[in-house]
């Protein structure tokens, strides 16, 4: 998906030029459509129906919110989109840079002209390969693909004005309009500018046609087509055409000319065969205006006469005629007739294989330019079929007209029907409506008498305390004081006993009697309830038991013994019992979805919250059952703006959660009632991670199967799942700070990423840190709708991939890499901190690696400090300099002295990393050939981000800086997403194969400018999430703080800045409003437009020149 683009009507542009075209209420069919762009303005600004063929399933995901219609098909196939059209008709098809993109563009064209309306119109837009930009690269012997553009790197075709033309003629097409948008090879992505050719070469370029267009838009129509009339081809009656014959190979004498005399009847010709063999018989026919050709005899006869073969029927004359493209075989039974409508035809009589020693060959004909009088019988025959065909038509018609008046009465009483049974329907909702408003308030009524089962609860045990204090006063008691607090514990308690009983009957009698409607209780003394009937002992042992679980659950007393319950926890929460998160991913599965959700808010382990997110499931039922649960306040919910699968989601359940240990169901599971309970009893100090046994059920969750760990060796959980022996991955409780370590779930590994998450904990925590409940207490559905049964290859294959960088992790930590690792650290002050910066690497780093620090000009302290403490740590190469390059420079100097290899890790000398972080980075760097750079997750010691990767907002020339997760805790889950970045601060930042040559850049802005040259080159920049540096920068340390102003003062002056913002934009044509940290950097350009900018530039430019 990197086609994004934003619509600015106000410009022309080709996409504003093709929307200027619309009318508004059109219907249209548009091809490629990207992320809906377009879609979105000819949907809600012109009010347009909209159908889409995207090639691409993620983008058209995202634009199919905005059309009626989405179609996923790669073009150049066909049937596959145009079966699922069917009989639509369109105002518009639109092709807005997209059949420079195909195979065979001609054909698509030809072929979606079936769905274009007869005044319909076709709008296009084609990148010209004529931009002189163009031009000039070959020029200087360059031809490279870029990620966008005129040369982008998923073109396939390229065109000029005239195989535009040439493109629409072929696919029946005319052109009734055409527009242009134009730019200078200087304002393009290949960044040309004339003024580095000769000036001969510069007026030619400049004059030569179509030099700055940049793509061409037309708007196109079918092709109109004059019909004329058969008689419009005889103007004048020749007398004579002239006709060839002759044998080959072998033909006895000259080739015989004769002349054929138009409309002069029939002639007959006989050629003698030769004695050797006789392959073919030519016949060319040179006509100087179109005619009729009747041939009534084609004979092999032997020398005496006698016949051998006739081919005149027709069978036979299939077989041995063949002519040339400019003839049309007429229908006919007896004689083969044909119009010529070149002035050169050829017939060919092939006597296939038939050798003949000696014979005659004979043909009769007839050549006549008067076509009409010589096809009227054929058209006389071809009118009456047409008549017989209208009168079939006719009675064909009036027996549809009785079948439609049939169906009409037959529809009318269907209708008339379903109107009836709307009235009973509508009756019947009503009904629905009143029941359910009935037991909506006989539950209001039943928590009513709940809470004050509640009250008289808490006065119960308020009573209880009380009267353990006036014992203790009576067994103190020695006189009169012995009997008054008796008599108040009596007194007291029999009111107290009244009181909570008749409450307690109050709510317990109505639930009995709805619950056993058909049984009663009989008591030993009078009556328990309304109807005296005798019934089973145990009956009366059950109801003791859901009287008792009753208040178990309702009132504030536990009756269970608190030894069963959880005592150890290993969390930072002050209560004695840990939140736990329950998140449940949604999407679909409204059959199982309820008993889900029930499954997770009736747990017994009553400190839970249930965090719900709907990925934007297309069921609307889903939201119905979710609506339900609103008022729960166990409950959370929140649902995505649009479908991110289940990676994504499981991140945002987490992020939205705030438990410390996060418990996982999927939405079409179902959990035992007591699961987290049972699994908390086996937490322990230091348990990271605990999972369970599991029941296997069907649709109908019924047991079909069990699957027990118990018997599987645990000695070495990563180990063990190296092998895609995934037992620790369906339901799993996980403490929260582990995804702060390890990261969270890996969106491209969608169905597998369960798998990659407890390998990712197994190799950063102990094997003691896991504990598997011997207990089942998960119920794991199968069904026929299950993404793990459809995707089974897929998820395997990536389990294979997993697997493998797993591995490569390990490797990495035992010391094992392919690669050498070349660490670049610019120092320039903060001798200390740089200290800190190698010895964190030394500490961490345990594959080769080779670090090169490169002092940049700092003061003599400084440099005595580094080679007392910093030049003697083996694997360090100090390199000395007296002034200070700046960053950029000062890199590009380090370079040289670093060994040539594939990875080279850019570090500021105030950064500190953490364990584990390399692994994390260079498993990232490992995934794709085609990424360039990779940086880290960096934090201040506060543990504040200071970004995650950055990103640029580009208004026309003007370009702003952006960084990601600016200013967020690092303990923020939503943090740690894995992406592709804008651009890279080459302080943090890992470089791939490839390291850019960053001479007169500007030393404020190498970030930006090693990035342009990277994306520039076709490689992708992204982040590591997983790998932690701590940045300990002088705005946290007021001493240095004031020992650097001066070098502040130097790299951010004015004027150098100034110089800086100059150069940037000479090298990229972007002006920047604002650098990502240092705000406008003293020099407030917003204000200014880009003429007065520009003019500014080029003085500077003047004058740093002179």
Known sequence: MKYKYNIDMSSDNSLSLILRQVKPGSRILEFGPALGYMTQYLKEELGCIVYCVEIDPDAASIASQFCDKMIVADLDELEHWGSQLGEQQFDFLIFADVLEHLRDPWNVLTYSKKFLDEEGKVLTSIPNIGHNAVIMKLLLGEFDYTNLGLLDNTHIRFFTRKSVHSLMERAGLEIVDSYESVLKPEETELRQRYSDFPISLQKYLQRKSDSDVYQFINVSRKKIVNSKEVNNYVNEVNPYHQASLKFTPDFQGETEVVSLPSNGGYTEFSFTLSGSETDQLSILIECI???????????????????????????????????????????????????????????????????????????????????????????????????????????????????????????????????????????????????????????????????????????????????????????????????????????????????????????????????????????????????????????????????????????????????????????????????????????????????????????????????????????????????????????????????????????????????????????????????????????????????????????????????????????????????????????????????????????????????????????????????????????????????????????????????????LRRSIRDGVFHKLISFIIISFGKEDQTLQCIQSIKNTVKIPHEIILFENGSSESCVSFIKEHIEGIPGVKVIYNSSNLGPAGGRKEAMKYATPNSYYISLDNDIEVTEGWLEELLVRAEESDDIGSVTCRVTFPSDVLQFTGGYEEISGNRVQFKLYNINKS????????????????????????????????????????????????????????????????????????????????????????????????????????DDYIYSSNNIDISKLSDQEVIETFEKLEILITQ
């Open 289 to 807: 205006a179109p005619a009729f050709l009747e041939i009534t005899k084609l004979e092999l006869l032997d020398e005496n006469d006698n016949p051998i073969l006739n081919w005149m029927s027709p069978a036979n004359t299939d077989l041995l005629l063949k002519f040339s493209e400019g003839t049309i075989k007429l229908p006919s039974m007896q004689t083969q007739r044909f119009l010529i409508m070149d002035e050169s035809t050829q017939f060919i009589c092939d006597f296939l294989d038939i050798k003949m020693i000696k014979g005659i060959f004979k043909i009769t004909l007839c050549l006549s330019e008067d076509i009409p009088t010589s096809i009227a019988g054929e058209v006389n025959c071809i009118m009456e079929e047409v008549a017989s065909q209208k009168s079939e038509i006719t009675s064909l018609k009036e027996i549809h007209q009785n079948e439609i008046a049939s169906l009409k009465e037959t529809h009318q009483l269907k209708e008339k029907e379903l109107s009836e049974i709307i009235v009973r329907n509508r009756s019947l909702i009503n009904e629905l409506t009143v029941t359910k408003e009935v037991l909506l308030n006989e539950k209001n009524e039943l928590a009513e008498k709940v809470n004050e089962v509640e009250e008289v609860n808490e006065i119960l045990v308020e009573a209880n305390r009380e009267g353990n204090i006036l014992v203790n006063q009576l067994l103190n008691s020695t006189s009169w004081k012995f009997t008054k607090p008796l008599r108040v514990i009596n007194e007291y308690n029999k009111a107290l006993y009244r009181k909570s009983n008749s409450a307690i009957k109050s709510i317990i009698k109505p639930v009995i009697v709805k619950a056993e409607n058909s049984k009663t209780i009989r008591k030993a003394h009078g009556k328990f309830f309304n109807v005296m009937r005798r019934t089973p002992e145990p009956f009366r042992s059950q109801f003791k038991k859901t009287y008792y679980k009753m208040l178990s659950l309702k009132t504030k007393i536990k009756y269970k013994p608190e030894a069963n319950l959880v005592t150890q926890v290993n969390t930072s929460e002050k209560n004695e019992y840990p939140l736990v998160s329950i998140i449940i991913p949604v999407y679909n599965n409204v059959e199982y979805l309820a008993s889900c959700i029930d499954s997770a808010i009736n747990q017994t382990y009553r400190h839970i919250e249930v965090v719900i997110v709907d990925d934007c499931s297309p069921d609307p039922k889903v939201s119905s059952i979710l609506n339900t649960y609103k008022n729960n306040k166990k409950v959370r919910l929140f649902k995505n703006e649009y479908n991110q699968g289940i990676s994504k989601t499981q991140n945002i359940c987490m992020a939205k959660s705030e438990g410390s240990i996060i418990a996982f169901l999927d939405c079409d599971d179902i959990l035992e009632l007591n699961a987290i309970e049972k699994c908390l009893e086996y937490w322990e100090p230091g348990t990271k991670y605990s999972f369970t046994n599991r029941i296997h059920i069907n649709e109908d969750s019924e047991e079909i199967g069990r699957f027990s760990c118990d018997h599987l060796p645990k000695d070495n959980i990563f180990e063990d799942h190296l092998d895609v022996r995934m037992y620790a991955s369906h339901f799993k409780m996980i403490s929260r700070d582990v995804f702060l370590k390890v990261g969270v779930f890996n969106s491209e590994y969608d169905g597998a990423q369960d798998y990659d998450m407890v390998l990712r904990v197994a190799f950063h925590y102990p094997n003691s840190a896991f504990v598997h409940v011997p207990e089942f207490l998960y119920k794991h559905r199968i069904h026929t709708n299950q993404k793990s049964i459809k995707s089974n290859d897929k998820q395997k294959n990536m389990s294979i991939v997993i697997s493998d960088q797993a591995k």
């Open 970 to 1073: 690092v303990y923020d889950l939503s943090t740690l997403e894995r992406y592709d970045t804008d651009w890279n601060p080459v302080g943090a930042t890992l470089f791939k194969g490839w390291f850019p040559e960053v001479e007169g850049y500007p030393n404020v802005y190498e970030d930006s400018a090693i990035s342009y040259l990277l994306r520039n080159s076709g490689k992708r920049l992204v982040n590591s999430p997983n790998s932690l540096l701590i940045h300990h920068h002088i705005m946290f340390d007021e001493e240095r703080n004031k020992k650097e102003q001066e070098y502040i003062r130097f790299r951010y002056n004015p004027q150098l800045m100034l110089r800086s913002l100059a150069q940037f934009y000479f090298d990229y044509k972007l002006i920047i409003d």
